[in-house]
């Protein structure tokens, strides 16, 4: 059976989303469109309705140099930690768009979000976790089907990017993504183009009835 022509649209979004780091154009996003990327992120299904996410935007350039400097720290400490032929390669990878898209959304975690018994949350407590995540694969796709790009930068100390924000003690920063007009979108992802890494295939990750140990992981 073929796919309707909605399911081929939405299929088509999903191949087309890219972590965006260096085509990003500066241009400010509209605060409608904003709007609606952050009102899909807010539609996101979350353990007992608990809606544990809230959404910091930030465009201070002082904040967005300040985030991007110690994101450099970083990248450099990881760097130092590589092969040399490791090394090498990942010295060509952007890993972050902070000051260029002009945009930064932090999204975040409140585990108190909810009350103190969260319907769901009694075996599995990352669940609470996992909803988060789930806001942000939303917003990612309704951002790709505005035209949009995002980059999800993960090279920061959670106690830094919090100091930043001026998060509370219990509120956790999931995600710092940067959010902006880009010139387009690369056909193959950053990390396949530079060999980084390749895509495994379906068929190695799907299992029937029980996990199979005997597959190889590729490296």
Not at 42 to 49: D, E, K, L, Q, Y
Not at 171 to 189: K, M, N, S
Request: charge should be negative; proline fraction near 5%; hydrophobic fraction near 40%.
């Amino acid at each position: 059976m073929s796919a309707t022509p909605a399911a081929t649209a939405f299929y088509e979004l999903v191949a087309r989303r890219r972590d965006v780091r260096a085509e990003f154009t500066g241009e400010p996003v509209d605060d409608e469109t904003l709007t609606r990327v952050l009102g899909a992120g807010h539609r996101a299904p979350s353990v007992g309705m608990s809606q544990p996410w809230d959404f910091v935007l930030v465009r201070d350039r002082v904040v967005l140099d300040a985030f991007a400097q110690h994101v450099a720290a970083e990248r450099s400490a990881y760097a130092a930690d590589l092969p040399p032929e490791r090394r090498a390669r990942f010295d060509r990878i952007k890993v972050e768009g902070v000051r260029e898209s002009g945009l930064g959304v932090v999204v975040t975690y409140d585990p108190a979000r909810g009350g103190p018994q969260v319907l769901g949350r009694r075996t599995v407590d990352d669940t609470g976790l996992f909803s988060v995540v789930l806001a942000v694969q939303n917003l990612w796709l309704a951002a790709t089907a505005e035209g949009l790009g995002v980059g999800w930068v993960s090279f920061y100390r959670e106690d830094v990017l919090s100091g930043l924000v001026d998060l509370p003690a219990r509120v956790r920063p999931v995600a710092w993504l940067c959010l902006g007009h880009v010139g387009g979108l690369q056909e193959v992802p950053d990390l396949e183009r530079h060999g980084w890494r390749a895509r495994r295939p379906l068929a190695e990750v799907v299992h029937h009835e029980t996990y199979d140990h005997h597959r190889q992981e590729h490296h």
